[in-house]
């Protein structure tokens, strides 16, 4: 039956974004770890194998110590890393001082501002956003593992040749277990170039991670100079780069002589914020997620008044490319809302509203398939067209079918034709000015329900 084939297609799309602005909730309200025997411990993954660990770190455990411990303190915020990113993409003219200003003032960590003065690494980290998650929440439950597997990697590739002071950065053994690299000139700092399957004399590739120009040996390579001369150090902002090193013996970060262990938020890759305000007239609550794991980022909000109440949602995942988002509210008279999900180039819009004359829903999709289904008083009814414009209709179990040819009963007694049964139902939704049952999707949802693509104000 088509009117039970439609119903389902909004359930699921509706249940999907349901779901998806409840995680948002859940991860907003979830601002410090956990206590150790809570049950949430019990949920974070398995920890990382000390080999995973090391084809994890490999790309960043050549860099200079302080700029590791910048790297490893911003992959605890890959949603800031993101829009830093992003920032740095749009203010390309600005450098130096008048950079560290602007950067200065934006809501990010301090690890995350500090990385853009280097914008390669900062770029590196934003496109290989599946890595970074894995090593930020990797870093933050496990850092003296972390650590340790970058002395490792370090000790291979100097075994291997492959790691020695020259102009650019100055190595030295601190000890058996520690090497320690940091730039030859204090005032310029070297990205270095290498390709991790080779420089340490052992395969290794990394998961999640990528980048267009890998050099060919396993030589370090060098690009321009960073100059972090007095302004990094202090100036405008307390982030630069002499703030930040690596404490190899007590296996962390160390950020203006404390230890530094990123996003406390984090609880097992998931995190977020929220904000409530209550009132005379009712509550309002916003809320923000990111879920490292699957690359998704959500966030919603919702009001509850005596009038009724209004709640929306969006999530969006850059890695696939979809898209969902809701805009439900319901008053004294019925429920109403609109949704809407894409991926990969098609969408599909659905609305629906209940009020004591019945309920009716609809979704339409951007290849040109689109349905309706309500229920009154009258009895219940359904209609669709698929993408190659082949029609069904169903009312009070009478089934139509249109492939071209004509209307044609499939199933049921009675006789009327298409007009008269389309007719039958108790939804206006099926009105329509034309006769043919569709209206717009502005049209076919009531009050704030009726903002046409299912986010309103909320969408990207």
Not at 25 to 49: F, R, T
Not at 105 to 115: H, I, N
Not at 177 to 191: G, H, S
Not at 244 to 250: E, L, P, Y
Request: overall charge positive.
């Amino acid at each position: 039956m088509l009117r039970l084939f439609t119903k389902q297609i909004l359930s699921t799309a509706l249940s999907f974004l349901l779901v998806a602005t409840t995680a948002t909730a859940q991860a907003a309200g979830q601002q410090q770890p956990p206590p150790a025997s809570s049950a949430a411990d019990s949920a974070q993954p398995a920890p990382l194998s000390a080999e995973d660990l090391k084809k994890l770190v490999a790309p960043i455990a050549l860099y200079p110590d302080a700029l590791v411990a910048q790297v490893l303190g911003a992959a605890t915020f890959p949603d800031e890393v993101v829009a830093a990113n992003s920032w740095l993409e749009q203010n390309k003219s600005l450098t130096g001082t008048a950079l560290m200003q602007a950067a200065d003032q934006q809501p990010w960590d301090p690890s995350v501002k500090a990385l853009t003065q280097f914008p390669s690494v900062l770029d590196n980290l934003a496109k290989n956003l599946s890595w970074t998650s894995t090593l930020g929440e990797a870093y933050h439950t496990q850092p003296a593992d972390v650590m340790s597997a970058v002395q490792v990697l370090r000790a291979e590739a100097q075994a291997a040749g492959n790691l020695k002071s020259g102009s650019q950065i100055t190595v030295v053994q601190q000890s058996p277990q520690v090497i320690v690299i940091q730039p030859t000139n204090p005032q310029v700092v070297y990205v270095p170039q290498y390709n991790p399957t080779v420089v340490y004399g052992t395969t290794y590739v990394t998961p999640g991670y990528s980048t267009g120009a890998l050099v060919a040996t396993g030589l370090l390579a060098f690009g321009a100079g960073i100059a972090v001369g007095a302004a990094m150090g202090g100036g405008c902002c307390g982030w630069g780069y002499s703030y930040w090193n690596c404490n190899w013996h007590g296996g962390a970060v160390v950020y203006r002589n404390n230890v530094f262990y990123g996003n406390n938020a984090w609880r097992g890759g998931y995190y977020g914020s929220s904000a409530t305000a209550y009132g005379r007239y009712g509550a309002a609550r916003v809320g923000s997620g990111y879920n490292p794991s699957t690359g998704t980022y959500a966030r919603g909000a919702s009001t509850v008044t005596p009038y009724g109440t209004q709640r929306a949602g969006q999530a969006y995942n850059p890695r696939t490319g979809a898209y969902a988002a809701t805009h439900q509210t319901s008053n004294a008279y019925g429920n109403y809302g609109s949704s809407v999900v894409s991926k990969n180039g098609q969408t599909a819009y659905t609305q629906h509203q209940t009020t004591a004359r019945g309920s009716v829903g609809t979704v339409e999709t951007s290849n040109g398939a689109r349905g309706v289904a309500g229920t009154g008083v009258n009895g219940t009814a359904a209609a669709g067209q698929t993408a190659n414009g082949n029609r069904y209709a169903a009312a009070n179990g009478n089934v139509y079918k249109n492939t071209g040819s004509g209307w044609h009963q499939t199933q049921g007694t009675e006789s009327r034709g298409w007009g008269q049964q389309q007719r039958s139902g108790g939804s206006s939704a099926f009105g329509g000015a034309s006769g043919g049952g569709w209206q717009s999707r502005a049209d076919s949802a009531r009050g704030s329900a009726s903002v046409g693509r299912g986010g309103g104000g909320f969408r990207r």
